[in-house]
């Protein structure tokens, strides 16, 4: 059930009290208002087929979205850090809600969550945004998929990247890679005067869903190429953009349908697919 009052001290005296400051070169930006820590944690549980039960946060910082995920219910949190000097800010944390708070130090680019939990865990996180995308495409590629929904913080611009449909702007390599796997939303933008320091940029609130099944047979890492190939050069025809891969990119095309004088951003993520199908034999 969650809480209606927060026993520890306000996140500001956290702060002063173990002398903390945002890393600019690991990306760090801390919020130190609750009610939106608690509004993150609340869409967090609506996310997904399980309630708040089991969640894993990525870069707590002092412990803001700890806590606010603490007071709205979570049975168990297991937050990773990689940066040391937050360690006795969580641990205070820990002593506070007792047995409901593990804190892992390490580096979440080299943990898999899988093996720190068993399946239906939730991966809630504001994401320093220098491994935002990295974090991302490595939960994706996971196999099988353990968490059952991802609610991350991005820069606005990378969150519309993830969510963006064939023919939009921001249609791209990540939002194939992301839509293939997952049900992608925005579900609130978060403006820079929330964050100490704040940043230059608005943030978004993204939630992801995995899909059952994929949206169509493809094998990832070819998945990977053949966009990266199609989108690095997304001004281009297809049949002169995957040459990078392919010389008979034009023929491949023709036999899968698609017209090689179409752009990346017009093709689906099922015409993707049965790109990577076709032209695996030659990555």
């Known amino acids: 059930m969650p809480e209606t009052d927060d026993p520890l001290p306000p996140l500001r005296d956290i702060i002063r009290d173990h002398d903390l400051r945002a890393s600019k070169v690991l990306g760090q930006n801390f919020i130190l208002d609750l009610n939106l820590t608690r509004r993150i944690a609340r869409t967090a549980t609506q996310a997904g087929a399980t309630p708040l039960h089991k969640v894993i946060e990525i870069g707590p910082g002092p412990g803001g979205l700890t806590r606010g995920l603490l007071m709205e219910g979570a049975e168990h949190v297991t937050v990773i850090e990689a940066d040391e000097r937050f360690r006795p800010a969580l641990e205070d944390i820990a002593t506070t809600y007792p047995d409901r708070l593990s804190v892992v130090m390490g580096d979440a680019l080299k943990i898999n969550p899988s093996e720190i939990l068993e399946g239906n865990y939730k991966i809630v996180a504001n994401l320093p945004y220098n491994i935002a995308t990295p974090l991302l495409i490595k939960w994706l590629s996971q196999s099988p998929i353990g968490w059952d929904s991802l609610t991350l913080m991005f820069q606005k611009e990378v969150a519309q990247r993830i969510c963006a449909q064939p023919g939009e702007d921001n249609y791209g390599r990540l939002a194939v890679l992301s839509n293939w796997l997952a049900e ?59 040459k990078q891969i392919t010389n008979e990119a034009e023929t491949i095309l023709i036999a899968c349908n698609i017209d090689p004088t179409r752009r990346a951003e017009t093709l689906t993520i099922e015409e993707f697919c049965t790109l990577a199908r076709a032209l695996k034999e030659y990555i």
């Open 184 to 242: 992608t939303r925005i579900e609130f933008d978060v403006p820079a005067d929330v964050f100490v320091p704040p940043p230059k940029v608005t943030s978004a609130i993204v939630s992801l869903i995995p899909r059952e099944h994929p949206l169509a047979e493809a094998d990832l890492p070819t998945l990977e190429k053949v966009t990266a190939a199609a989108f690095g050069q997304r001004r281009k025809m297809l049949r002169a953009s995957l």
